[in-house]
Nanobody, 125 residues
Framework: QVQLVESGGGLVQAGDSLRLSCAASGRTFSSYIMAWFRRAPGKERSFVATISRSGDNTHYADSVKGRFTISRDNAKNTVYLQMTSLKPEDTAVYYC??????????????????WGRGTQVTVSS
């Protein structure tokens, strides 16, 4: 079992940057693949970024590629999402997810067993 707590959300203007953090409980954080998903108003939860257990393999949704960076610090049991050049369409609740999958990463909602409660990101135009 792992518990995930997101932080760092807020209200920003278009073009601003924001860094989200997700702190995980437990001593086996490095055994989990991690990801960020988001749910925009009126839409389904969608994939944003994922990172392998060691952090050397990442994958991004096309909509955020080049603007967002996922990273992890296994010593701190934390995964980050650095967001730059934010757009109003990035407004959403952002969720952290974890799974003990043997795959290097996953882009599917169903690929993750553990979820945080989310943090709101609002980007004004």
């Amino acid at each position: 079992q792992v518990q995930l707590v997101e932080s760092g959300g807020g209200l920003v203007q278009a073009g601003d940057s924001l860094r989200l953090s997700c702190a995980a409980s437990g001593r086996t954080f490095s055994s989990y693949i991690m990801a960020w998903f988001r749910r925009a108003p009126g839409k389904e939860r969608s994939f944003v970024a994922t990172i392998s257990r060691s952090g050397d393999n990442t994958h991004y949704a096309d909509s955020v590629k080049g603007r967002f960076t996922i990273s992890r610090d296994n010593a701190k049991n934390t995964v980050y999402l650095q967001m730059t050049s934010l757009k109003p369409e990035d407004t959403a609740v952002y969720y952290c997810a974890a799974d003990r999958s043997q795959s290097p990463y996953s882009v599917a909602v169903t690929g993750y067993e553990f979820w945080g409660r989310g943090t709101q990101v609002t980007v004004s135009s």
